[in-house]
């Protein structure tokens, strides 16, 4: 036999990097309910027997390496941000990536859309979830998991079961956080009870709603989860360009190209259409969502199809009205009543007499109108206020050298050493021996006794 | 022969430790043919088990097994590079070796062993959300235990093999199950490995002595699907182990950096013969020391004095041979058995008295039966044209002590 076959190495092989965390392939991608980054996250935490929170923070927090990366005790109130458009999404994206080996988990969350969608009111701050939704993984044993969908602030109903999302835990009534340290899918973060059930217990939670209301609200999580059904297949990365050209495409139908005419039948006002319409500006995605519902298109044919002819504005109202607060009136006010009540303020010797918040507040204007409008009266309002101030002030520290004075006497007399301590128990304010001069009578009393040829007491 | 040595020259100008450590850590090692033979049947088996679950390597200590282990760890890690650079989370096998601890086995320290082979994180912090791992302190607060309590452990274990999908999870010293355990500690650890295995549906590869063979017959819960490999060391009653061995023996003298290469004497053989009782694993660590006593004395060749001064003491060796026989006995297949089990089953007629020889011989138990039953078509087969017409069969001679 020959040497190489007498022998056989044992040496392994050196390039074996192995990813850190487990490949866990996230549900949905494609579907309306594509698997959000979070519930990814969370599922990964779940594998690995560790609560999110240690996995992030051990784990993810030292590849994001910033302040604001992956500790989630400084990110508690911003986890949602999470699942957005942003450098916080992108980041844990990347970095799960990293540690997991699993590929292009940016389409987990709406990083692909953030050129469309502004993150002002995009995504709720507390977890939402369909409890039917939880039930039936369960029970036909699939993976539970949170879909993207859910955390949309527009959407407030689950496509599948036409049921409202639930905000709150039915058993301890909190609401969670979107990643919370103890966060479990399908499970309260607080109280760690499961929060499946069945269609039955909901109680039909949208019979509250009317016929109209119900419909445009499953259109409306259907139609945003068809959005996210797209994301994957997005050729070109859709730009804020194409969307305004959507935008003139359609109100050439609906109004021959008059935006004024568009805006006024949607109670918008125009200006905020026309800087739509020339891809300087973007609608929320809550506005987005309205004004397709009155076009009848979803949000996915808005963008990619052409519009067909005569098209209207559904005159439907159902969704409420686009700005909910109008602006308000301009306010007239009466300077000379107002110069009046601050003169009757100015000359009545009211005592202690009031700061100017406490004025505005009587004359229900807001101080800087006051002061806006008389700023000579103002100041002397708040100089009457400065000088009672000081002068109460002083007063108060001579009555506590007063209190000293009698403690330290009271203190000798009882044999007892007058520490500061000791001191302060006897005294009315005893936080006023901050002050220096204070804290100095307590020495000069002992010096003055001292003087008086007393022995002191030891101490 | 084509050289007289195997090793290059230059060897000889350096220091004794370099040129001990040569022999000592060659980073390779000798195929010998029970290696190679074992080591081809285990590979097969581990890429594609069959429904086994528990792939047993039992053979004496020192015969080999962890060099055994090591080869198979390379050779599956070889074979899955190309996969592995595409598949990151993807842990071709898992190498454990079963931890002793001084109050015997436990499972906290063997599961751990498995979550550091795959380089876990947070080990420490696991936690499982079941209820006694959940509980509220007096203010009614939620408390997530985070201690790595066994049972988390064992959860975290048992994810670890189902993501990270090993063809299996090899165990070095798996006898160690048995270091001070009763019968019923024995067989509640084989009720927790059996239900490791299904609920990871990764395969065990345990390696480990004859002591094993005891396991299986304390618990038959395992036999259902396991499948030993036996590991032997080479007999003296067989020729072509005795070639093997002198083989073997000759090639490590020839690895020895010394002026003169020893000779391989009959008289030398039958001593290291009987000093290792043919284990090569054994061989090769005395061999190791006498080479040392050898270039301590600065000898010019291993003498034989060196191998008389560092051989181990008789009883040591008395006591190695009994543990190996007694394992033979049990696993090496023999013609009296196999006929004693036909007759067990109905199958041969009058041989109560080599039944009896059988049972009292050896504990008989699934896992043998499972393997017999395994060969026996084809042992059936061998006997059918083994009888030929008009000649007398044997079974109907006496038997034992009774007449027929």
Not at chain 1, 225 to 239: E, H, N, Q
Request: include cysteine; charge should be neutral; hydrophobic fraction near 35%.
């Amino acid at each position: 036999m020959k040497t190489n076959q007498l022998y056989h190495d044992l040496e392994l092989p050196s390039h074996l990097c192995r990813s850190r965390l487990f490949c866990i392939e996230p549900v949905g991608i494609g579907t309306q309910l594509t698997e959000s980054l979070i519930s990814l996250t969370v599922r990964l935490a779940e594998a690995h027997c560790l609560p999110p929170g240690m996995l992030m923070e051990k784990e993810v927090a030292p590849i994001i390496a910033r302040t604001h990366g992956g500790n989630l005790h400084k990110i508690y109130s911003h986890t949602a941000a999470l699942n957005s458009t942003g450098v916080m999404a992108l980041n844990l994206a990347s970095a799960l990536e990293k540690l997991s080996g699993q590929k292009n988990l940016h389409l987990l969350t709406l990083a692909p859309w953030s050129e469309l969608m502004p993150s002002r009111k995009l995504l709720r701050r507390d977890r939402a979830w369909c409890p039917v939704c939880y039930e039936n993984w369960y029970t036909t044993k699939n993976v539970i998991y949170e879909p993207l969908l859910w955390s949309l602030e527009v959407v407030k109903a689950c496509p599948s079961h036409r049921c409202l999302l639930l905000e709150s835990c039915p058993y301890c009534h909190q609401k969670n956080l979107p990643l919370a340290w103890n966060s479990r899918p399908g499970y309260c973060s607080k109280c760690q009870e499961w929060l499946g059930s069945l269609p039955s217990n909901l109680a039909e939670n949208l019979k509250n709603f009317s016929e109209d209301e119900s419909k445009a609200l499953i259109w409306i999580a259907d139609s945003v989860g068809d959005l996210l059904a797209s994301t994957p297949y997005l050729t070109s990365p859709v730009t804020k360009d194409s969307f305004a050209q959507a935008f003139r495409a359609h109100i050439n139908l609906v109004s021959n190209g008059n935006i004024a005419e568009f805006a006024r039948q949607l109670q918008l006002p125009k200006n905020t259409v026309w800087l739509w319409c020339n891809g300087r500006n973007l609608p929320q995605l809550d506005t987005w969502v309205h004004i397709c519902y009155r076009l009848n298109s979803s949000l996915i044919d808005f963008l990619t199809q052409r519009p067909e002819q005569d098209i209207c504005l559904t005159p439907v109202k159902v969704l409420g009205p686009l700005h909910s607060k109008p602006r308000a009136e301009p306010r007239v006010i009466d300077t000379d009543h107002l110069e009046q009540q601050l003169e009757i303020i100015l000359l009545n010797h009211e005592c202690p007499p009031p700061p100017m918040e406490e004025v505005a507040r009587r004359l229900e204007i807001h101080r800087e109108t006051i002061f806006r409008l008389f700023p000579e009266m103002c100041r002397a309002i708040s100089a009457k206020y400065d000088q009672f101030q000081k002068i109460r002030h002083h007063r108060e520290i001579e009555q506590s050298r007063k209190e000293i004075n009698q403690a330290v006497l009271k203190l000798y007399s009882e044999g007892l050493y007058p520490s500061e301590g000791q001191v302060a128990q006897l005294m009315s304010k005893p936080g006023y021996l901050r002050y220096k001069q204070v804290r100095a009578a307590i020495k000069e009393a002992k010096l003055e006794f001292n003087t008086q040829g007393r022995n002191l007491p030891n101490s | 022969m084509a050289s007289e040595h195997d090793f290059s020259i230059e060897l000889l100008d350096l220091s004794i430790d370099q040129r001990l450590e040569f022999f000592k850590n060659p980073g390779k090692t000798i195929m010998h043919r029970n290696l190679k033979k074992t080591f081809e049947h285990l590979y097969r088996i581990v890429r594609n088990p069959a429904g086994a679950s528990l792939i047993l390597v039992i053979g004496p200590s020192g015969v080999g097994k962890s060099t055994l282990l090591a080869l198979l760890q390379r050779k599956i890690l070889e074979t899955s590079l190309a996969r592995m650079e595409v598949d990151l989370s993807w842990y071709p096998i898992i190498c454990i070796e079963a931890p002793a601890v001084n109050r015997g086995f436990r499972w906290r320290p063997f599961y751990k062993e498995i979550l550091l082979a795959v380089d876990e994180p947070c080990i420490e912090n696991k936690i499982t959300y079941d209820e006694d791992c959940l509980r509220r302190n007096k203010d009614g607060k939620l408390i997530v235990a985070t201690r790595a309590t066994e049972d988390s452990l064992r959860l975290a274990a048992r994810k670890v093999c189902l993501h990270r999908k090993p063809y299996t999870l090899a165990i070095d010293e798996f006898e160690h199950i048995g270091i001070s355990a009763t019968n019923e500690d024995i067989e509640a650890h084989m009720h927790c490995a059996k239900s490791f295995i299904n609920e990871s549906k990764v395969p065990w590869t345990a390696f480990g002595t004859y002591e094993m063979l005891d396991f299986l017959e304390i618990n038959d819960q395992l036999s259902q699907r396991d499948r030993i490999i036996h590991f032997p060391r080479y007999l003296v009653e067989a020729d072509e182990d005795v070639a093997e061995f002198k083989r073997i023996l000759e090639q490590l003298l020839r690895r020895m950096p010394l002026r003169q290469t020893p000779r391989l004497t009959s008289k030398l053989f039958e001593l290291c013969y009987i000093g290792s009782i043919g284990k090569i694993g054994t061989l090769i660590n005395w061999l190791t020391n006498a080479y040392d006593l050898c270039l301590s004395e600065e000898a010019k060749t291993l003498s034989f004095t060196h191998l008389e001064e560092t051989i181990k003491p008789e009883f040591e060796l008395a006591k190695m041979l009994d543990e190996a026989e007694r394992g033979e006995a049990k696993l090496i297949k023999s013609k009296e058995k196999r006929r004693a089990f036909r007759a067990r089953l109905g199958f041969e007629q009058g041989a109560e008295g080599s039944l009896a020889q059988f049972n009292n011989s050896t504990n008989l138990k699934s896992s043998d039966l499972s393997e017999m039953s395994e060969i026996q078509p084809e042992q059936e087969n061998k006997l059918k044209k083994q009888t030929k017409p008009f000649k007398r069969s044997p079974k109907r001679d006496p038997v034992g002590d009774k007449q027929v």
